[in-house]
């Protein structure tokens, strides 16, 4: 699969982004807003050892079939494979799968370092 780093790891502002809008578009359809705290463990990129694996805690900005955006306190690295833990609409019942981090942009806020990053579902 074609994967940019650069694109990736853009560090712009958002509004600095030259990105056409229909572009983005071609992305939204199936994705629905979830606002809810998951769970992850891992982080260590594909094919790359002697790395130590994070765990935390993280916000849904979005979710559809094939990935989801999450808001981070850290930049996870580029083609790191996450097992991340999403709410069910029960509180008793969490659904484990494994994500691919495929993008990371700063967040622009002054005064906290948060970064929002794209996930591809791999189960």
């Avoid at 940019?4 to 056409?20: G, Q, S, T």
């Avoid at 229909?22 to 705290?37: F, I, S, T």
């Avoid at 998951?38 to 790359?48: A, H, K, L, M, T």
């Amino acid at each position: 699969m074609y994967f940019d780093e650069a694109v990736a790891r853009d560090e712009r502002p958002w509004d600095e982004w030259d990105l056409p809008m229909h572009a983005l578009d071609v992305r939204r359809p199936g994705r629905v807003p979830l606002l809810a705290r998951v769970s992850y463990e891992g982080g260590v990129p594909v094919g790359e050892s002697g790395l130590s694996p994070r765990s935390g805690h993280a916000l849904t900005l979005n979710v559809s079939d094939s990935g989801m955006c999450l808001l981070m306190e850290h930049a996870p690295e580029l083609e790191a494979v996450l097992r991340v833990r999403i709410p069910t609409t029960t509180s008793l019942a969490r659904i484990p799968t494994l994500a691919e981090v495929r993008w990371v942009r700063r967040v622009p806020f002054e005064e906290a370092t948060m970064y929002c990053a794209g996930f591809r579902f791999l189960l």
